[in-house]
């Protein structure tokens, strides 16, 4: 890719000084119809020329209105963001719709880096490539714009970019690696070059170009970013892309056909002195397992579904008693949120993922996309029908980077869920438990055990499993989990 480009590309300071007066105007023109719009902007600057992708940013900021302009800049990952997986740092900086994000380092550079100076394998390059090529593959079809720059110097300018970046107090604050590494690029620079033109083929793709940029003159530099971000904004709002079909074949179940729910023994209970016995037995080993010291390398993700009135809230109890306060948080999930609406889909789950050595239980999640969201028709059927692999993806990084995974589905029958609305509704203390939505979802039965079917189907897979909860009998159902999740804990660590 890099052959036909021109590293020592010039443009006479005049030509620059009569232009950009012209491209500015047309570049806040631009940025406010897209404050009007539902499309998110995440402009990417790699590259080994440092100084270059800094001084093209601070161009951009000055260029354009930088209230609504929101730059990563982060030279390596925090305690709490090393903690996580590599790309919970990225969705959390993620602009919102109508926004501009602009990434100096972004998750480009530290599979490029660290591969280039060998501190991971050819397979694990490959699949942090993979990971990113995921990432950006969800957010551009969540509707993002993704513009993508590589800053690319001729070799002699390499020693003069590395020297600067040591000396000059402006330029962005590097560490000693990245100056050593600077200047090791400039003594393997055809090998780094290769490496570069490796990377830029694998994730050159039609929805997420790269537009390679000769950086050695600022003038040509910055009338390159300009343009590019003028043209590609204005064709997105002036011709949006149109979603692609997805078929159904073998997706959706038929009303008549086999349901997993179907399994499920719902008269199974435990006598109430049995269940006091159970429940502190496996309270116990839960507390344990979470306070090991091998725990300290890993988390836990509790995921709870169910039929409304299943129980969930009680049985989210009980785990959570065994839990450290310190260590563990409950995230319930309703309607979204105003600032959640301005983001893709699995954004405001990510920012809830845990750190090691602790643990996040959600009260409902990211399988309200192929929930409530198809049965209500909340949103598209081209969105909820490729959530099934998005969600799959999810939680594969999240077990790569050393999350457990447990998820729960509660299930109880039409006339014990009418006993329990009906008990709802009369006793005082349990009158907020009851709205008209749970009622409206109870005429949806069937259609949620069709959901149910293909969710299951769909997303249950080694690594996170959904465990189908007879939930008849709070009881037993809450010994059912606990001993789920303490069975997982065990193999595991």
């Known amino acids: 890719m890099f052959d036909s480009l021109n590293l020592n590309q010039e443009i006479d300071k005049k030509v620059f000084d009569a232009e950009e007066p012209g491209l500015r105007a047309q570049l806040i023109e631009t940025q406010y119809r897209l404050l009007e719009s539902d499309v998110p902007v995440i402009v990417v600057l790699a590259g080994v020329d440092a100084l270059g992708r800094s001084d093209s940013a601070k161009q951009i900021l000055n260029w354009m209105d930088s209230r609504h302009i929101r730059p990563f800049a982060s030279m390596g990952p925090t305690d709490e963001e090393a903690d996580r997986p590599r790309m919970w740092r990225y969705w959390r900086a993620l602009p919102r719709k109508g926004r501009i994000g602009l990434f100096l380092n972004s998750w480009y550079d530290m599979p490029m880096r660290d591969y280039f100076i060998g501190r991971i394998s050819e397979s694990e390059f490959d699949r942090q490539v993979n990971e990113v090529l995921r990432f950006e593959e969800l957010l551009t079809q969540e509707g993002a714009l993704m513009l993508k720059f590589m800053f690319v110097l001729p070799k002699k300018q390499h020693r003069i970019d590395a020297k600067k970046r040591a000396t000059d107090s402006v330029a962005w604050k590097t560490s000693k690696e990245e100056q050593d590494i600077a200047k090791e690029y400039f003594r393997r620079y055809d090998h780094a070059m290769g490496i570069l033109d490796e990377l830029l083929a694998a994730t050159s793709k039609t929805y997420a170009p790269w537009k390679p940029v000769a950086s050695a003159d600022p003038h040509h530099r910055d009338l390159t970013v300009g343009r590019t971000l003028v043209e590609a904004i204005s064709d997105r709002l002036d011709s949006p892309p149109q979603s692609p079909p997805i078929s159904s074949n073998g997706l959706l179940s038929k009303a008549d056909a086999p349901n997993v729910l179907d399994t499920l023994d719902l008269s199974k209970s435990l006598p109430r002195d049995d269940y006091k016995i159970n429940v502190k037995e496996e309270q116990r080993r839960l507390t344990s397992f979470t306070l090991s010291k091998k725990f300290e390398e890993r988390s836990l993700i509790a995921v709870f579904e169910g039929t409304d009135a299943a129980g969930k809230g009680g049985a989210i109890r009980r785990v959570v008693r065994a839990l450290d306060p310190r ?15 301005a983001q893709p889909y699995l954004w405001r789950f990510w920012r809830h993922i845990p750190r090691k050595g602790h643990v996040t239980v959600f009260d409902r999640s990211w399988y309200g996309r192929v929930l409530v969201e198809r049965v209500e028709a909340l949103t598209p059927e081209h969105d909820w029908k490729r959530a099934y692999e998005e969600i799959r993806s999810f939680e594969a990084e999240l077990h790569h980077y050393g999350a457990i995974i447990v998820k729960f589905w509660l299930s109880i029958d039409k006339d014990v869920q009418l006993q329990r609305f009906r008990q709802r509704e009369t006793v005082t203390y349990k009158k ?12 949806n039965w069937d259609a949620y055990r069709l959901a149910v ?3 299951v189907d769909r997303t249950s897979v080694r690594h996170a499993p959904w465990t189908l909860v007879e939930a008849n009998d709070k009881y037993f159902a809450r010994v059912k989990i606990l001993k789920t999740i303490n069975e997982r804990l065990e193999d595991e660590l």
Not at 328 to 336: H, K, L
Not at 432 to 440: A, L, Q, S, V, Y
Request: charged fraction near 35%; avoid cysteine; aromatic fraction near 4%.
């Open 327 to 341: 260590m563990m948080r409950v995230i319930p999930i309703s309607a979204p949120s105003d600032e959640e609406l």
């Open 453 to 455: 079917n293909d969710m």
């Open 432 to 443: 907020h438990k009851i709205t008209p939505e749970d009622w409206r979802n109870r005429e």
